[in-house]
């Protein structure tokens, strides 16, 4: 069973920094793009940055300088470095990832907890 586990949540001040860290664990073939996506309360979820498996990025316009999405391909993990939070930043955040059991079954889409990031003005 694959699992994806989010870390490095919590309550900052506005200007401050987080690190979120995503490590996925399990059978797993091969990792394909991974991401970060956040949902504040009443809004709807939204990409904040992906990155492919060469490490080619694609990040939100809100974010851009502020956020920088890398990943370890040995350990499984995708990080989001996050500075100069906003309270408008304030929301769950969301490890996503692709990711191929075999290499007889199509890549699927997997999900983790959430963490939730404060950002307090």
């Known amino acids: 069973q694959v699992q994806l586990v989010e870390s490095g949540g919590g309550l900052v001040q506005s200007g401050g920094s987080l690190r979120l860290s995503c490590a996925a664990s399990?059978?797993?073939?091969?990792?394909?793009?991974m991401g970060w996506y956040r949902q504040a309360l009443g809004k709807q979820r939204e990409l904040v940055a992906r990155?492919?498996?060469?490490?080619?990025?694609n990040v939100a316009d809100s974010v851009k300088g502020r956020f920088t999405i890398s990943r370890d391909n040995a350990k499984n993990t995708v990080f989001l470095q996050m500075n100069s939070l906003k309270p408008e930043d304030t929301a769950v955040y969301y490890c996503?990832?692709?990711?191929?059991?075999?290499?007889?079954?199509?890549?699927?889409?997997?999900w983790g907890q959430g963490t939730q990031v404060t950002v307090s003005s």
């Open positions: 996503n990832a692709n990711i191929r059991l075999t290499p007889f079954l199509s890549n699927r889409s997997y």
């Open positions: 990155i492919t498996r060469g490490g080619d990025t």
């Open positions: 399990g059978s797993i073939f091969s990792i394909n793009a």
